[in-house]
């Protein structure tokens, strides 16, 4: 639906988004015409001195039309709620296959990593007709990932991760955006979505250089940042046992159950006194200020790795 109005419509979710957007306009443009006519044929009917009937009211507004009218009117409200809300919520949460893509924003640039380790900066190649999920973080300040095309626009902040996910219909290169104000170079960070054919993703992909991968290269961070001297067997501390953790639920010492997914690991580094596993002292120093931002992604890519999920790639 490319058009003077509005940028390509690239994404499944561009084009479930302009429907909206056209057909609530075209609704809002036929009541703004309806109220136009009306008082248009009223100022003429009416006018000074015309010999239209003045006076008594029509009984027009019986019992019936009321209600009638009222429910009409709400229902197609109530319509339109589910109708948006239900596409939105859509938006939230990545089909389960979705290929993982990890975006990192600094001042002023997009830092993007592939399953198998490849980086890019400020260009993105997605495969085509895939769902794809973002997993992003900002070093710095807050950052906005925005693509036009596909309709998506999500803020990145530093210290906690951001998600969101899209589905490319189109091929072809189209615009990202930075859309939250982040310094003096805001208006230059910018960069390209690359869509191209499945087939032609793997070859790209595979043509990337070597790079042990984002699992691997977390091992080796576990080892040199020191984690393994209390998370691993031969270990005496007393620390929870990392294997199989990804994706499980966690009891805490505080009575809260939580998901150990990105946010909870990265937050465990980080904030280790704050989600205290239960059964466990709070001895974990904060790793925050230690750990850069791409460790922490790989060391968590690591972790999964230790329950069988390396993060698919094609
Ligand atoms: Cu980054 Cu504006």
């Not at 070093?139 to 969101?164: C, N, W």
């Amino acid at each position: 639906m490319s058009s003077i109005f509005m940028p390509d419509a690239a994404s499944q979710q561009a084009v479930r988004t302009d429907q909206i957007y056209f057909v609530l306009l075209a609704f809002s443009g036929l009541i703004v015409l309806l109220v136009a006519a009306l008082i248009l044929v009223f100022s003429i009917r009416y006018r000074r001195g015309s010999k239209a009937k003045r006076g008594a009211l029509p009984k027009v507004m019986s019992r019936e039309f009321e209600i009638g009218w009222t429910s009409a009117t709400l229902f197609l409200a109530l319509f339109i709620f589910w109708w948006v809300s239900s596409t939105h919520l859509s938006a939230l949460a990545a089909p389960k296959n979705a290929l993982e893509i990890h975006v990192v924003a600094k001042q002023w640039m997009w830092k993007t990593q592939h399953s198998n380790g490849a980086r890019e900066i400020n260009e993105l190649h997605v495969p085509l007709d895939t769902p794809v999920r973002l997993v992003m973080t900002s070093e710095d300040v807050i950052h906005s990932f925005f693509v036009p095309a596909f309709r998506m626009k999500k803020d990145v902040l530093p210290g906690r991760y951001t998600e969101t996910w899209f589905r490319a219909t189109k091929p072809g290169v189209f615009h990202l955006f930075c859309a939250e104000y982040c310094g003096s170079e805001h208006s230059r960070m910018t960069g390209r979505i690359v869509v191209v054919q499945k087939e032609a993703y793997a070859r790209w992909l595979a043509a990337q250089p070597e790079d042990d991968g984002l699992a691997k290269t977390g091992a080796t961070v576990f080892r040199a940042r020191g984690c393994s001297g209390c998370h691993s067997e031969a270990s005496r501390v007393h620390a929870p046992d990392l294997n199989g953790l990804y994706g499980r639920k966690v009891q805490l010492a505080d009575g809260r159950t939580v998901t150990a997914d990105e946010a909870y690991l990265r937050d465990s580094m980080l904030m280790p006194r704050r989600d205290v596993v239960a059964g466990f002292e709070p001895i974990m120093p904060s790793y925050a200020g230690i750990l850069t931002d791409g460790e922490i992604i790989s060391l968590t890519a690591y972790i999964r790795s230790l329950s069988g999920r390396e993060g698919n790639s094609q």
